[in-house]
């Protein structure tokens, strides 16, 4: 026998129910604001073009921007932005090329840090699986986030700027063991390749 | 009471069989930059007779998401929609475009362009969001990079009832990879690069 008073918490539980998801759904992902390389911890200039990087270790500004804490799974969100001053004479950048390594030995795309583990650019679409994290409430939503965060492989025409984050897998150790990224880029004037050294 | 039980049917028979599309890749002309959010520029055709490289490794490219265990595993056939639409839509921005399975040194174009999917992945949600990266890498006739531009195509559908989930994923997919080209196509025509180029490879054609 079904009474009103049931029918009623019923119907709240099915209202609550359809409710809940629309509340998730809406949560959004705060873009990172941009930073000229100048303003960056890090900068350099070669050749007229600039880079500063940003290594985002603090896990609150990983949830902020992520919705997901990486630091504690060994993964580290390097911010960067190149920006090409020059009046003509493109630079290209090539996300494969990059090597990295720790404490000043920036000797491949793959290394061991120190401790013997592997540390390496982590592609955005293989970090949930690193970190655990594929069965979290809208797993797939973080994943499409620091996809589209990430930085790609591009030109840099003359006046013109890029950024996005590269996800560094490295050691988990309280202080972090130090990172050492080497980002060579191609001018496209004298076709040689010019590095740019940064250790985080 | 009846009318209850009838709206609770009626809601569980539409979660099931849902309309199909609720957001198509935008038109041409209503099509946006996605960084400026202005009306995209036109697609300016470069005088350029152009190599596509397309390797079978390439149209096989399937991306996979998920392990079917502890999460929904999905694979999307991103290389076999990719080659499907890339050669059409690239004509638009070049004199001829040459489809070969490999490069070949005798083929006799200004440029070869050569595409790589850098990812793929779409969210699991009621409304699914699609997104594809594809990286291209352009040289000239002696070989040198001259350009490199990584795209993104995105496109968003509904997830669709337990009869148009598989119709609506492919469409998604479709879409998304549609949408790659379309990005990819405009940013070749307005890549300065490639703009040199075609003023270089004029110069030498009015000198022979």
Known sequence: MITAKGLRCFRKTLFLIFLLPMVCIAREFPDYPARKPGECALSDEKEGLKIGIIPVDDAKEQETYFRTKLSPKGLVPVYVVMQNGRT???????????????GGDASGPHVRSTSGEVMSIVGAGGILGIIGAVK??????????????????????????????????????????KIHISLPVTDSITNQTITFEFTF | ??????????????????????????????????????????????????????????????????????????????????????????????????????????????????????????????????VVLLEWTATDAAGKTVWVQTVQGTASHKRGGAFSYKKNFKLLLADAVKDAAEESAREISLAPELKALAGDHAAAEVSK
């Open chain 1, 88 to 102: 003509n004479g493109s630079f290209l950048f090539q996300k494969a090329k990059i090597t990295f390594g720790s």
């Open chain 2, 1 to 130: 009471m009846r009318l209850f039980w009838c709206l609770l049917f009626a809601a569980l028979a539409f979660a099931v069989f849902s309309p199909d599309i609720i957001k198509a890749t935008p038109s041409p002309e209503k099509r946006k930059d996605k960084r400026s959010n202005e009306p995209a520029a036109p697609i300016v055709k470069l005088p350029l007779n152009a190599a596509l490289i397309l390797t079978p490794d390439f149209c096989a490219t399937k991306w996979t998401t998920g392990n079917g265990w502890t999460s929904a595993k999905d694979s999307y056939a991103v290389g076999q929609a990719a080659c499907e639409y890339l050669e059409p839509t690239l004509k638009d921005a070049f004199s001829t475009v040459t489809t070969l399975q490999a490069p070949r040194p005798e083929a006799e174009v200004a440029v070869v362009l050569q595409p790589k999917i850098v990812n793929a992945d779409a969210t699991k949600g009621g409304k699914r969001e699609m």
């Open chain 1, 136 to 177: 979290m409430t809208h797993a797939s939503e973080v994943e499409e986030n620091l996809i589209k965060k990430e930085i790609q492989s591009k030109t840099v025409p003359p006046g013109s700027e890029m950024h996005g984050f590269l996800y560094v897998r490295a050691p988990n150790g309280s202080p972090r063991e």
